[in-house]
Each structure stands twice: as structure tokens, then as C-alpha cells.
């Protein structure tokens, strides 16, 4: 069950990863009134709501069942759907950076990492396990939206590959 409750932070960093990155129409985007800003966060809101729905889905099986690792009621939900947004805010900043699907890609894995082999074990309880991740993912959400927003130095970079 441990590795099972891990699979929608997984896919969702990697979905995430490869959603925000690679795209050759940044130009493109970019002469629209709509702008890069907007595509990349809508990108990135559709995948962690369809994750965060398939997390909450597992949940509410393994709950029900009586099969959730450390099952402490309905507030254990927290984990994964924290998992998820945290995993997936940081790709987005990490994306809005690189501009790079392997380096988005192995830092999704890494931050998974961190959270399932370092952070978790140590810290029980659900809620204070995803307080301080969360505003970390949060900081860097509007980190990464502001720096989506500057338009110039998105088309420069893709011209640049």
C-alpha cells in the first residue's frame, strides 16, 4: 500500500514536468492577449486538479477499506492532496526557470524524494507534515508566476534551444 498511495505524487510531478515544458509556441503565445502566464498556469491548474481528484479517489477506496498506511480518519487525506500540490508548484517554478523537461523532470523526482524519505517519516501528524511544505510551494508558485509574466526573457530563452 505504501508504494500504491505514492503513484499520483509520481505521475504528478513527471505529468507536470512534461505539461509546462518543451513547448515551441511560446512566441506564439506570447503575441496573444492571453500570454505565456496564463497558458502555463492553466496548464498547470487542469493536471494538479485531475491528480488531486485521482489522489482524493485513492484515498477515499483505501479509507474506506481500511487499507490506508498510518490511517489516522478523514484527516489523512492531507498527505497525498498536499503531496500533490506541493510536488506540482514546484515543478512549475522549476519549469518557469529551465524551460527544461529532464531537469523539471529529475526535480520532481527529487522533491518526491525529499518528502517521502526525509520529511514524512520524521513528522506524524498530518497537518504540520504539509504546513511548512506548503507555504514553501506556495512562496514559490507566485515565484514562478512572476517570473512566467516576463515576457521577453520567455521568448529569449526558447530562441536561445
Not at 523532470?105 to 517521502?116: D, G
Request: hydrophobic letters at 55%; glycine letters at 6%; charged letters at 10%.
Amino acid at each position: 500500500m505504501m508504494v500504491l498511495t505514492q503513484v499520483p505524487v509520481i505521475a504528478a510531478g513527471l505529468s507536470t514536468a512534461f505539461v509546462l515544458n518543451g513547448d515551441p509556441i511560446v512566441e506564439l503565445t506570447e503575441s496573444t492577449p492571453t500570454g505565456w502566464r496564463k497558458v502555463q498556469v492553466t496548464r498547470l491548474l487542469i493536471i494538479t486538479g485531475a491528480f488531486l481528484a485521482a489522489a482524493g479517489l485513492l484515498f477515499i477506496g483505501l479509507h474506506m477499506m481500511r487499507l490506508w498506511p498510518r490511517d489516522m480518519g478523514w484527516v489523512s487525506i492531507i498527505t497525498p492532496v498536499g503531496s500533490i500540490f506541493i510536488v506540482n508548484c514546484l515543478v512549475f517554478l522549476i519549469a518557469v526557470f529551465t524551460m527544461s523537461k529532464p531537469t523539471s523532470s529529475l526535480a520532481s523526482m527529487a522533491i518526491w524524494l525529499f518528502l517521502c524519505f526525509i520529511w514524512d517519516p520524521y513528522i506524524t501528524d498530518p497537518v504540520r507534515q504539509r504546513l511548512i511544505p506548503l507555504f514553501i510551494a506556495a512562496a514559490g508558485a507566485i515565484f514562478g508566476w512572476n517570473m512566467c509574466g516576463d515576457a521577453e526573457r520567455n521568448v529569449a530563452k526558447v530562441a536561445a534551444l
